[in-house]
C-alpha cells in the first residue's frame, strides 16, 4: 500500500527561506579581466559556501555556486551546462557575451510542480543531480537578491510532442485521441524537465566501488588534467562535469508518481541519435522509444502517468565516433555482421563494451519520487537491477512488440538476449544456434562482391 505522504516532506522549502536570509553572506565578485589558474591550491575558494549535500532544508544543503563571479565563494568544480560551457567561452572570446551578464531568471521557474520528496535528502538515491537545481529563484532567492550569481541546473516547462509513430498508432486503432493527453492531430501532451549533471564526489566514488581520491585522480588522468582542483582541493566535493544531461518526459499529471496505487509506466532510453532522429535501423532505440511513449499515452489516459527519461548517452558513453567505428567493424568482420560477435567487436575497438554503467541512472526517478514502476519498458537487466537496488519495487516488464524490430536490428536483440537481456516471450529461448544465424545486411564496404579490393585508407 502507498503512502505517498510519507515520500513528502511536510513543508515546501520556500516557507523556510525568509527566517535564515540573514545568514546569506554578502558575495564577492572576481575580476574577469585576467587569468586565475586553478591550479594552485589558493586559486579559489578561500571561503567557499559550505554545502551539506542530501540536507532537506535547501539553505542549510546550501546553493551549488558553480558560475565565474564568485572564484574565492566557489563550492563546485566544473562549470554549468556540461560540455556547452565551451560555447560560452567562445561566445565571449567572439565579443558576442559580456561575461559579466547575469541571466534574467524572472520569468523561468517551472510551470508545474516536482517535490520535495523525502529520496531528495538521501545521497544513496540523489548524488548525480541537484534536487533543488528548478528552485533557485524560490529556495535561494536571498542569494539572488543579494547579487550572488547561481544558475539553475534543472529547467521544467511543458511541450505538445508529434510522432508519426503516435499518428500511425492513432490510425491503426491501437491509441484512441481524448483530446486532453492525446489530441485528434495524434500530438500528445507532455510536462518535462532538462536536467544537467550535478555529481556529488563521495557518493558517486561509494557507487563505483572506489574511494573518492581514486575516482578523483581517475577523472583528473583522462581529462589531461582539466579540472586541477579534483586534486587540489579535496574539500570541495561538488563537481559539475562536462558530459551530457538528460531529459525527462511526462505523460498525465505528473503528481500522481509519488502514488504507489496510482499506475506508472516508465522507460530509460539511452540516447541513439542515428535510430531516435534518423531512423537507422540496426538497432531498436527508436522502435522502443516510441513502444514506450505508446505505452505512456495508454497509461496516462487510463489515470496513470508515463515516463520518459532521455539520457544523453550516445553510443553506450563512448560516443558515435567510437559506435561508427565498431559499426565498420562489426560489417567487416570475417562472416560479416553476427549476433555471436555483437558484444566483442564493441570491445575490440574500445577496449571496453559498455560505459553507461547505470548506478547513477536512478537518481532522476527518485527526484520524482518515483517508488513503484508498474509498466517497465526495457530489456536491458542492468537498468532494471539498478532501479530495483535503490528501493524502487518494479510490478511488470513490457516486452517490445516483435513486428517492431527491424530486420537489421536482429543482430543486436538476439546477441542482447543471450547475453541475459530481457525482452520477453517473443524472444525466449535463444541458444548458440540461434545466435550463430542471427546475421546482418551487407554493405560490401570495400567492393570484395565485385572481385575487386578498395584501399579504404583512400579518401575518394
Ligand atoms: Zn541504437
Redesign the pocket.
Same mark, same amino acid.
Given at each position: 500500500m502507498s503512502n505517498p505522504a510519507s515520500n513528502s516532506t511536510t513543508a515546501p522549502p520556500s516557507k523556510k527561506r525568509k527566517e535564515s536570509t540573514d545568514s546569506i553572506p554578502v558575495p564577492e565578485f572576481t575580476q574577469l579581466d585576467y587569468v586565475n589558474l586553478t591550479s594552485h591550491t589558493d586559486a579559489f575558494g578561500v571561503d567557499p559556501i559550505p554545502i551539506s549535500w542530501g540536507h532537506p532544508d535547501p539553505l542549510v544543503r546550501g546553493p551549488v555556486i558553480c558560475t565565474v563571479r564568485h572564484s574565492s565563494q566557489r563550492n563546485a568544480i566544473g562549470a554549468h551546462s556540461g560540455s556547452y560551457c565551451i560555447y560560452t567561452g567562445l561566445a565571449v572570446a567572439a565579443g558576442k557575451l559580456n561575461p559579466d551578464y547575469v541571466p534574467n531568471l524572472k520569468l523561468t521557474s517551472p510551470v508545474f510542480n516536482i517535490g520535495p520528496h523525502k529520496s531528495w535528502s538521501d545521497p544513496k538515491k540523489i548524488s548525480s543531480i541537484d534536487p533543488f537545481g528548478h528552485l533557485i529563484t524560490n529556495v535561494y532567492g536571498g542569494y539572488l537578491d543579494k547579487g550572488f550569481d547561481i544558475r539553475p541546473t534543472i529547467a521544467v516547462t511543458k511541450a505538445h510532442i508529434d510522432l508519426p509513430e503516435t499518428r500511425e498508432a492513432v490510425a491503426l486503432g491501437r491509441l484512441v485521441p481524448d483530446g486532453k493527453i492525446l489530441l485528434e492531430s495524434g500530438q500528445s501532451i507532455v510536462s518535462k524537465a532538462a536536467i544537467e549533471p550535478v555529481w556529488y564526489l563521495p557518493e558517486i566514488a561509494r557507487r563505483f566501488g572506489c574511494t573518492e581520491s581514486v575516482l578523483r585522480q581517475s577523472i583528473f588522468r583522462m581529462t589531461n588534467g582539466m579540472y586541477p582542483e579534483l586534486i587540489t582541493r579535496p574539500d570541495i566535493k561538488i563537481f559539475l562535469p562536462p558530459i551530457g544531461g538528460l531529459t525527462i518526459y511526462i505523460w498525465g499529471d505528473p503528481d500522481t508518481i509519488p502514488d504507489e496505487d496510482i499506475e506508472l509506466t516508465c522507460r530509460v532510453h539511452d540516447e /541513439?541519435n542515428? !535510430?531516435?532522429v534518423f531512423g !537507422?535501423d540496426? /538497432?531498436? /532505440?527508436r522502435p522502443y522509444l516510441t513502444h514506450a511513449i505508446e505505452e505512456c499515452i495508454k497509461t496516462a489516459q487510463r489515470g496513470g502517468a508515463g515516463i520518459v527519461i532521455y539520457y544523453r548517452k550516445e553510443g553506450r558513453s563512448l560516443g558515435e565516433v567510437t559506435k561508427y567505428l565498431v559499426y565498420n567493424t562489426r560489417k567487416r568482420q570475417e562472416g560479416g555482421d553476427s549476433a555471436e560477435n555483437y558484444f566483442a567487436c564493441t570491445e575490440k575497438v574500445a577496449g571496453v563494451q559498455d560505459t553507461r554503467f547505470q548506478a547513477l541512472m536512478p537518481d532522476p526517478l527518485h527526484f520524482l519520487g518515483v517508488t513503484k514502476i508498474h509498466n517497465f519498458i526495457s530489456m536491458s537487466d542492468m537498468k532494471y537491477n539498478a532501479i530495483v537496488s535503490t528501493g524502487i519495487e518494479i510490478v511488470n516488464r513490457v516486452e517490445i512488440p516483435k513486428e517492431l524490430v527491424p530486420d537489421d536490428a536482429q543482430v543486436e536483440i538476439t546477441a542482447k538476449v543471450f547475453h541475459g537481456y530481457n525482452a520477453g516471450k517473443a524472444y525466449q529461448g535463444i541458444d548458440e544456434k540461434e545466435l550463430k544465424k542471427t546475421v546482418g545486411r551487407e554493405y560490401d564496404y570495400d567492393g570484395k562482391a565485385n572481385g575487386e579490393k578498395k584501399d579504404t585508407n583512400v579518401i575518394e
Open positions: /541513439c542515428g !535510430s531516435d !537507422s540496426i /538497432c531498436t /532505440c
